[in-house]
């Protein structure tokens, strides 16, 4: 694939960017590598100042950020700013708890393991490599990058090809922000050059946000070299509504579940798992609200849904959409390409899934929802644990047994009761199975690329 900005509004190719050389990606990870020792004797507090110069960066840049990710992926203007500020927000979060965070932990009772003082340390492992998607283009690299940098480490960046101009801004803001040079660094390389990259000894841990085959891959070379990993990999979230629901509200938060960042989002509600009481009820709101959305130019303040980023992410829909009409599903709304140019692909409803068809079991990585009718909250749940995915989920029900029922049952790393799934700065978020595994965010997020060293002191 070209590193190229491919405009998914008008399929049209805006700008090509020159991958870098051997002697360039070489230049580079010794930068990154010479900026850990120089890490190293920074405190908290100077990185915490440059962290927060890097925030204030972005805030000052929001709209040209957010107009340069609506040009690569799509995303909606409004969407595109709301990720740039809460990159800033979460900057200023790791800036302002970083130390917090990494404190030594000391044992209650050293007497207990002979010792006068015992405790555990928390120190960078070094140069950190993060592969990252084009869903999220700042959002994604920044909830690595500011846990790591505010760690000590430095980071090196290899993007998605379609994402450059993201990538370029990121690997420019951190310097500018004050920190060492080489601290946080891109390169522009196709993923054939991923494996020598992690393989390179300079490098000391991985972490990959993306599909699943790619995660498999990064995991192995990762462990043939003994390296740690971190991965966030695909997701079929269940989306659960039971009888004491507020219906109205479950609904509006469906669609925005299935269609923000124009449904492209490993987290976003995909299966929507409704009990046979309200069934009837939520379908029938919930596909006139999807079939009322305004898709159209990402760039128009009033639009709603933007196009698929990628040519063959729509051909994917196309084929799982069409293959669930074949084998007899319900396409309640959309389900049909719109003529014109750009990558667009209308939010879409579809009911009588079976298990034969493809998207019963297969991520639909675009605003394409379906929907199932249970019993009781015994289906619900095995319904959504029988999938190979278990990134997040949630469920609306006002009976506080049911919310500890599908708490304590749903197989994923998250759970949200009468809400949908989003990432915070606070919480820890990762997932389970074939989501992949270890945590980014809140406090184990910048302990994952720490070294947890024990000190037993006589």
Partial sequence: MAIAIINPTTGETEEEFAAHDAAEVERRLAAADAAVAAMRTTTFA?????????????????????????????KPIAAARAEAAKCAKGMRFYADHAEEFLADEPLADPSSVNASRAYARYQPLGVVLAVMPWNYPLWQVVRFAAPALMAGNAGVLKHASNVPASAM??????????????????LLIGSREVQAVIEDPRVKAVTLTGSEPAGRSVASLAAAQVKKAVLELGGSDPFIVMPSADIDAAVATAVTARTQNNGQSCIAGKRFIVHAD???????????AMGALRVGDPLDESTQVGPVATESGR??????????????????????????AGWFYPPTVIADVTPGMRIHLEEAFGPVATLYRVADAHEAIAIANGTTFGLSSAAWTNDADEQELFASELEAGGVFINGMTISYPELPFGGIKNSGYGRELGAPGIREFCNMKTVWRA
């Fill in 169 to 186: 801004f990121l690997d420019g803001l951190f310097t500018r922000a004050g920190f060492p040079e080489g601290a946080f660094i891109t």
């Fill in 46 to 74: 100077q990185r915490a100042a440059w962290m927060n110069a890097a925030a204030d960066l972005v805030d000052a840049e929001l709209e040209q950020i957010a107009v340069t990710m609506v040009r690569e992926m799509g």
């Fill in 315 to 340: 051909d994917d829909l196309i084929e799982l959409v069409d293959d669930a009409r074949e084998k007899g599903a319900a396409i309640l709304t959309g389900g049909v390409v719109p003529e014109g």
């Fill in 278 to 288: 309200v069934y009837d009820d939520f379908t029938a709101k919930f596909t006139a």
